[in-house]
């Protein structure tokens, strides 16, 4: 098994320009989240998902659209992007109940 | 006001001794889960251990355990017989609410634990 699986692991971009950062699990997790991780700030929540075709904010969605088509992925989209989004952003899913949280490898990303 | 504190931006432990890295928290739901995931210099979060407000036994995961305070609203981490591999950033996260709804969590801003040879 993958798991879950990011992609890119890093990117540059610069301000305005837009990409959608790919996440998938093989894991058939009902429950997939997006996080974004800064310095002395822990994970916060961006954007989560409860099944396909369900989706709602987190704490700190704005600049961020997410849609959840299939089981397996859940991709998240910077329409123009701003030096505030640069980040570190993990993907994570999980069961409906009792297992924690499985997080993918993280990517990086640059605003300029 | 934070939901996950924890007053211990950076701990330093000899190898093989014990350590325990802190973290209290707020909420006003009955029922809540609280994990610990240990975060290494690759950048990698890891599941450590969870224990949810209506355990009454303390987790315990090998060498890691939660020292659960319920009255205190604080979930301690204990990592006994510390390794060089050790060393990372760990944090505490909760999830509030029925259902065992664990994708949505309020993290802690971390520990940076360094165990010294």
């Known amino acids: 098994n993958a798991g879950v699986t990011q992609t890119p692991k890093f990117q540059v971009l610069k301000t305005g320009q837009s990409m959608t950062l790919q996440c998938a699990q093989d894991?058939?997790?009902?429950?997939m989240s997006w996080y974004r991780q800064d310095p002395g700030m822990g994970l916060r929540l961006i954007h989560y998902?409860?099944?396909?075709?369900?989706?709602d904010q987190g704490e700190v969605p704005n600049g961020y659209n997410v849609s959840r088509s299939t089981t397996e992925d859940f991709p998240l989209r910077l329409l123009s992007a701003a030096p505030s989004q640069t980040s570190v952003y993990f993907c994570?899913?999980?069961?409906?109940?009792?297992?924690?949280?499985?997080f993918g490898a993280g990517s990086r990303l640059t605003v300029l | 006001a934070q939901k996950i504190t924890q007053t211990q931006p950076g701990m330093f432990v000899q190898e093989k001794e014990a350590v325990t890295l802190d973290c209290t928290y707020d909420?006003?739901?009955?029922?809540?889960?609280l994990f610990w995931y240990k975060q290494p210099s690759s950048g990698e979060m890891i599941f450590l251990i969870y224990?949810?407000?209506?355990?009454?036994q303390n987790a315990t995961e090998g060498r890691y355990s939660l020292n659960f305070q319920k009255a205190r609203k604080s979930a301690n981490l204990v990592i006994s017989a510390s390794q060089l591999g050790d060393s990372a950033m760990y944090f505490c996260?909760?999830?509030?609410?029925?259902?065992?709804?664990?994708?949505?969590?309020?993290f802690g801003k971390g520990t940076l634990l360094t165990v010294n040879p």
């Open positions: 894991m058939n997790h009902e429950y």
């Open positions: 224990q949810g407000s209506y355990d009454e």
């Open positions: 994570a899913s999980s069961p409906p109940r009792g297992s924690a949280l499985t």
């Open positions: 909420t006003s739901d009955q029922s809540y889960g």
């Open positions: 996260a909760m999830r509030e609410g029925r259902g065992g709804s664990n994708y949505k969590l309020t």
């Open positions: 998902s409860v099944g396909a075709g369900i989706t």
